[in-house]
C-alpha cells in the first residue's frame, strides 16, 4: 500500500477511536508512525506536539506537520481531510440520534473503560518520549518545572513551551 | 432551522481558530462569547449540549462542538464550514513550520530551542494525564482500567489501537451492557 494511503487509513482509525480528550491520539499515532512505520522519529513527533500546541486552534493540526513530513503538501491536506471526515459523520449521526446515544448503555459502559485506560496508555507514551528529550539534569528540570506550572497554576501551557524554548536556546 | 450563510458560519470560526490559543477551555469560553453571547446563533442549552456531545464523541472534543454547532446552522455543509474555518489558521502555520523545520533541519539554534521544547511537551504530558486521572479514575475499577493499560503499553509494548478496543470491550463486562 502507498504510504500516503497508509498514513490516511491510520489517521481515520485513530481519530475513530479518540475518546476522552485530544491528547488521546498520541499514543496511538506514536505507535504507528514512529515505532511501526518509522515514518518519523520520536524527537519529530514532540517537535510536531509543540506546534499543535502552539498554533491557534486544535491539537489535531498537528497532524498537518506530520503529514507533511511523510508526504509534503499532499500529506497535510490528506492529514487535515482523515483527522476532521470521521468526526463529521459521527458528530452528525449524534446529533440526529442524541437522545437515544445519550442513554446508550452500551456507549456508556464501553466509553467509561476506554477513558479511564486512556490516562495509563497517555502515561506510558509519556514516558516513552522522555526517554529521548530528558537526557540530562537541565532537561528534567525543564519537564518537573512545566509539569508542576501547567498542573497547578492557571498559566496557559503555550507561553510554557515557548519559555522552554527560548531557556533551550540559551543553555544548550 | 436558523438561517446562516455559510460564509458567516466559516467566518466565526475562522476567527475562533485564529485568536483562540491555550486549551480546551479557553477555546470552550470563546466558543461560548461568540455563538452565544455575541451572534445569538445558538441558546445556552443548546452549547451545553454541544459540549456534552463534543465529550462523548470519539476525536477531539472541541472538534466535534465545533462540528455540532456547525451542523445545527446549516446540516452537513455547515459542519464543514465551521471544521475548514476552525483548523484553516493552524493548519497554514503547522504546514509553514513543517516546511521551515525540513529546510533549516540542521540548524544548531532550532535543536537547542526544541530539545527545550521537548522537555516541556514531556511536563505537558504528565501534566495533562494528572488532570485527566483526577477527573476520571474514581474507584478501584477506573484504576485497574488505567494500570492495565499503563504496563501493556509501557511493559508488553502492546498496540494502543487494540488496547482501545479491548477496554472498551471490557467496560461493557466491568459496567454491564444492559440496564
Known amino acids: 500500500m502507498p504510504v500516503l494511503l497508509k498514513f490516511c487509513w491510520i489517521l481515520i482509525v485513530v481519530n475513530a477511536l479518540t475518546i476522552g480528550g485530544g491528547f488521546v491520539m498520541l499514543p496511538m499515532m506514536q505507535k504507528e508512525f514512529v515505532e511501526k512505520y518509522h515514518w518519523i522519529t520520536n524527537q519529530e513527533f514532540m517537535d510536531a506536539i509543540a506546534v499543535g500546541q502552539l498554533t491557534p486552534g486544535p491539537l489535531t493540526v498537528m497532524n498537518a506537520f506530520i503529514g507533511y513530513k511523510i508526504n509534503g503538501l499532499a500529506g497535510s491536506v490528506m492529514a487535515m481531510i482523515c483527522s476532521y471526515l470521521p468526526c463529521i459523520i459521527i458528530v452528525t449521526l449524534v446529533v440526529k440520534f442524541y437522545c437515544a446515544y445519550k442513554e446508550s448503555v452500551i456507549v456508556n459502559s464501553s466509553f467509561k473503560g476506554i477513558k479511564s485506560a486512556v490516562i495509563g496508555l497517555l502515561g506510558a507514551v509519556a514516558i516513552s518520549l522522555g526517554h529521548t528529550s530528558l537526557v540530562d539534569f537541565p532537561t528534567f528540570g525543564i519537564a518537573i518545572v512545566s509539569f508542576a506550572v501547567i498542573s497547578f497554576t492557571k498559566m496557559d501551557p503555550t507561553i510554557v513551551i515557548i519559555g522552554s524554548g527560548v531557556l533551550g536556546a540559551l543553555l544548550f | ?179
Open chain 2, 1 to 179: 432551522m436558523r438561517n446562516i450563510s455559510l460564509r458567516n458560519i466559516f467566518l466565526v470560526f475562522f476567527k475562533i481558530g485564529t485568536f483562540s490559543l491555550g486549551g480546551v477551555y479557553s477555546m470552550l469560553a470563546f466558543f461560548e462569547n461568540e455563538l452565544v453571547g455575541r451572534h445569538k446563533w445558538l441558546t445556552h442549552e443548546e452549547f451545553i449540549e454541544g459540549v456534552a456531545i463534543g465529550q462523548m464523541t470519539p476525536g477531539a472534543p472541541i472538534v466535534n462542538t465545533g462540528i455540532y454547532a456547525g451542523y445545527k446552522f446549516g446540516k452537513i455543509r455547515g459542519a464543514m464550514a465551521a471544521i475548514s474555518g476552525l483548523a484553516l489558521t493552524g493548519t497554514v502555520i503547522a504546514i509553514a513550520l513543517a516546511i521551515f523545520f525540513v529546510k533549516t533541519k540542521d540548524s544548531i539554534l532550532l535543536r537547542s530551542i526544541m530539545k527545550g521544547v521537548g522537555a516541556a511537551v514531556v511536563g505537558l504530558l504528565l501534566s495533562t494525564v494528572y488532570k485527566m486521572a483526577n477527573r476520571t479514575i474514581k474507584d478501584y475499577k477506573s484504576a485497574l482500567f488505567a494500570l492495565s493499560a499503563f504496563f501493556a503499553l509501557a511493559l508488553f509494548k502492546l498496540n494502543p489501537i487494540g488496547l482501545i478496543l479491548a477496554a472498551g470491550i471490557s467496560g461493557l463486562a466491568v459496567y454491564g451492557w444492559r440496564k
